[in-house]
Each structure stands twice: as structure tokens, then as C-alpha cells.
């Protein structure tokens, strides 16, 4: 453990900036479009983004802790129920943001179709390069979103924890340089580098470039949905592609994090969180 917060203090060394102090022109994603079937009955009548935790909707603990280090323009892509958010979050003003809504459809366009949908939204121009964060509208997290970098080195950022009992054998390999791995090291790079990697799950919070999408389709191929209208397909293959090169990192954060994922999790972290509050 103590070997992980000095990797994770590394890591956040190597990025030239991060999000402390002042108002940020970096712009957010929250993927919010997802349909809930795990989460039925409660998602029959709201989204999940929008069950409460705590007392105040999963979503509004990301608004505000976006809005607390500066950031000011947040997109939030829809598909189920999709009119209660805005009638539910209106247009940000009371969280000092300008939020924006995408709509996909009856289908949502999953992870890396929902990303590349608001791709226009999230720089100043319509087509830029510029860095933006993204984050999974269905989980629950106390990381301070200050240490994100500003300033990625590559395509991508993510944040990496511990792995949770319903994903035992993460994600990817996080190494003590900060690049990330979609195996393990090979046995002659661990005898060279002493470095093992560890093991650890994407916490579903990172900082992307357009540039991650720039080869896509050859990336996707014919995956069901890629030939669509409006593309669907997810974002995972783009980031283990991005592997290879090295052109991802990510920086390990121990601390509260929950996927609510299922009803019983919700209730889990609800009773947590309500518990804190009156500790």
C-alpha cells in the first residue's frame, strides 16, 4: 500500500499542470446515457445517474466537485428518461456551470460512441485537440478531481483503485512510470525494470484527447453498431490500442469509490453516506 500512494504521488508528478486553483477552459464529459437494466426496478422510473445517495442525486456529487476546481462547461450525454435531466439539473446555474445535454436515442451509443457523439461539445471550436474530462455518471467517489492533469503526456489519463469484489482482476497493469499496460510486464522487463506492475481497476474517471479517436474505425471494425447513422461501440477497445504505443497513463487512488451497479449497492452506499454525515 504504502508502494502505491508513492506510484500514485509519481505519476501526478510527471503531468506538467494539474487542476488546482482558478476557473479551467478544460470542459467534462458525464456518461449518463446508460438504461439501468441492472438497476430495475429503481431505474423504471428514474436514470441511474439520478438515484439518490446521500441525500442529493449520484450525479450532483460530480457537478459540484467539477465546479469546485474550476470547471465550468460539463456535457452530459442521455438516452433513458432523458428529459429528467434537465428537468432535473436545469442548466447548471446552481451549480455555477453551463451544462449541455446530448441526446442518442431510444439505444444509447455506449462508452466510446457517447464520447465521440459529443466530441464537438467538449472544446472551444468545433474541432480540437484540447484535453477534457470524463466520468462514469453511475459511480460514487471522495478523489479530489484537482489531481487530474491538465495536461495529459498522451492520448489518455485514467485513474486506477483497488480492485472491487466484483472485478477481481482489474483492468490493466499500472507500471511506476505511469504508462499502463492491458497485460502483465514480460519476465525479461521485470528482471530489467524490477517493476511488476500492479494489477488495479479503472475507476472511470479520466482526461482524454481527441486524438485517442483518430484511428477508430480500423480500431472498431465491424463491431455491431460501428457502421451506424450515429456510431455505437465502446471505449475499451480504443484505450487497450492505445496501450501499445504507451499512450495512456494513469495514476493509482486509494480511497472511497462504489460502482452502483446493482440496487443493493446503491442501498450500501447510501446507508455509508448518511452514516458519515451524521458521524
Excluded: C
Excluded at 87 to 108: K, M, V
Excluded at 205 to 233: C, E, H, N, T
Aim: net charge neutral.
Amino acid at each position: 500500500r504504502a508502494e502505491r500512494h508513492s506510484r500514485a504521488d509519481t505519476v501526478r508528478g510527471t503531468v506538467r499542470t494539474t487542476l488546482r486553483g482558478g476557473e479551467s477552459a478544460m470542459k467534462a464529459l458525464i456518461f449518463a446515457a446508460g438504461l439501468g437494466e441492472r438497476m430495475r426496478p429503481l431505474t423504471d422510473t428514474t436514470p441511474k445517474p439520478l438515484l439518490r445517495v446521500g441525500g442529493k442525486p449520484l450525479i450532483v456529487w460530480h457537478l459540484q466537485k467539477l465546479a469546485a476546481i474550476g470547471i465550468r462547461d460539463v456535457v452530459i450525454n442521455t438516452s433513458w428518461l432523458a428529459k429528467q435531466f434537465p428537468e432535473t439539473l436545469g442548466d447548471g446555474a446552481d451549480f455555477g456551470l453551463h451544462l449541455e445535454y446530448t441526446y442518442e436515442g431510444q439505444t444509447p451509443l455506449e462508452t466510446g460512441g457517447g464520447m465521440w457523439h459529443a466530441l464537438p461539445l467538449l472544446g472551444r471550436e468545433r474541432i480540437s485537440e484540447e484535453p477534457f474530462i470524463a466520468i462514469n455518471g453511475d459511480i460514487w467517489t471522495d478523489y479530489d478531481f484537482a489531481n487530474l492533469p491538465s495536461d495529459p503526456k498522451r492520448d489518455a489519463h485514467l485513474v486506477m483503485i483497488d480492485n472491487p469484489a466484483h472485478n477481481p482482476r482489474g483492468d490493466f497493469t499500472l507500471l511506476r512510470d505511469g504508462h499502463l499496460l492491458s497485460g502483465t510486464p514480460h519476465p525479461e522487463e521485470i528482471a530489467e525494470t524490477g517493476d511488476a506492475g500492479s494489477r488495479l481497476t479503472f475507476a472511470g474517471i479520466g482526461v482524454y484527447r481527441p486524438s485517442l479517436f483518430d484511428d477508430w474505425r480500423r480500431v472498431i471494425g465491424d463491431a455491431p453498431g460501428a457502421r451506424d447513422k450515429q456510431p455505437r461501440f465502446k471505449l475499451a477497445p480504443l484505450l487497450r490500442a492505445a496501450l501499445g504505443p504507451g499512450a495512456v497513463t494513469g495514476q493509482y487512488r486509494p480511497g472511497g469509490w462504489a460502482d452502483v451497479g446493482t440496487p443493493e449497492r446503491v442501498a450500501t452506499l447510501d446507508a455509508k453516506l448518511r452514516a458519515a454525515e451524521q458521524a
